[in-house]
T-cell receptor, first 109, second 115 residues
């Protein structure tokens, strides 16, 4: 079992729709959870961090964490073409940040 | 506030050579982590430096080594380059002793090609 799993996609949504990105992790000792956005040819950019169960909202982004189910998700409301990128889920325990392979999101105008 | 910077941007080496990549951490950050990202994959943790000491290491061989300097900048050295070392090398810095101490912020990366 991979440490952090994501659907590789591509996930395609129309402009204005809600994009839902999912991630599961295997280490129950994981302490912190992150979503990064990576445009093609660029480095990852931190967009959300979440540390406790429940929802965390920041603008159009909502992160959800369920530690019992070892599940993290990211919702993007009112998706824009500029949201088209690879979204990386990352899980941290102590010093180590472990990434999934990422989900490619395409928002169609 | 100055973000994380890395140099060089691109680098081409041949098998067996050695390479040094450099990173300057974001202002106020004293922890630096290095990652390798192969094409189509997520970043893989190489190691982390805090107070000039290696604070943790991923599954990378000893030919991957690093340094952190008193100003918190860092170097990644790779000896005896192999073709599979071709990747984007990312440096990330994070603050310690802050509410958001867990967050890591990435530099632009160095694209290494080994021929």
């Amino acid at each position: 079992q991979k440490e952090v799993e994501q659907n590789s996609g591509p996930l395609s949504v129309p402009e204005g729709a809600i994009a839902s990105l999912n991630c599961t992790y295997s280490d129950r000792g994981s302490q912190s959870f992150f979503w990064y956005r990576q445009y093609s040819g660029k480095s990852p950019e931190l967009i959300m961090s979440i540390y406790s169960n429940g929802d965390k909202e920041d603008g159009r982004f909502t992160a959800q964490l369920n530690k019992a189910s070892q599940y993290v998700s990211l919702l993007i409301r009112d998706s824009q073409p500029s949201d088209s990128a690879t979204y990386l889920c990352a899980v941290k325990r102590n010093y180590k940040l472990t990434f999934g392979k990422g989900t490619l999101l395409t928002v169609n105008p | 506030e100055t973000g994380v910077t890395q140099s060089p941007t691109h680098l081409i080496k041949t098998r067996g050579q050695q390479v040094t990549l450099r990173c300057s951490s974001q202002s106020g950050h004293n922890t630096v982590s290095w990652y390798q990202q192969a094409l189509g994959q997520g970043p893989q943790f190489i190691f982390q430096y805090y107070r000039e000491e290696e604070n943790g290491r991923g599954n990378f061989p000893p030919r991957f080594s690093g340094l952190q300097f008193p100003n918190y900048s860092s170097e990644l050295n790779v000896n005896a380059l192999e073709l599979d070392d071709s990747a984007l090398y990312l440096c990330a810095s994070s603050p310690v002793l802050a509410e958001n101490y867990n967050e890591q912020f990435f530099g632009p990366g160095t694209r290494l090609t080994v021929l």
